[in-house]
């Protein structure tokens, strides 16, 4: 079955770094936009980072642009967001989302970032 399988989240104080990454099975990796989300409770969804099936486009949410990084291994099968000085703000869970179309739509089971002194 399909699987998204986020890693790398945990305690980090502002200014520091992370880098999550997301482990996919289950489907053509190769062949699906992927995409990093944030959600804090009681908030809607948010969209960080998109990267194209070959990785050569990226966008990012303005909140992020030239602090983040997306990247792809489709070797690996694998999804990265190499995070740079975090913000509180940040702090949030992190989801991994594969979409192809409205049907061919997966997501991870997210992993948990915060930002705190």
């Known amino acids: 079955q399909v699987q998204l399988v986020e890693s790398g989240g945990g305690l980090v104080q502002p200014g520091g770094s992370l880098r999550l990454r997301c482990a996919a099975s289950?489907?053509?990796?190769?062949?699906?936009?992927m995409n990093w989300y944030r959600q804090v409770p009681g908030k809607e969804r948010e969209l960080v980072a998109t990267i194209s099936i070959t990785g050569s486009n990226t966008n990012y949410a303005d909140s992020v642009q030239g602090r983040f990084t997306i990247s792809r291994d489709n070797a690996k099968n694998t999804l990265y967001l190499q995070m740079n000085s975090l913000k509180p703000d940040d702090t949030a869970m992190y989801y991994c989302?594969?979409?192809?179309?409205?049907?061919?739509?997966?997501w991870g089971q997210g992993t948990q970032v915060t930002v705190s002194s």
């Open positions: 989302n594969a979409r192809r179309t409205i049907v061919y739509n997966y």
């Open positions: 289950g489907f053509t990796f190769s062949t699906y936009p």
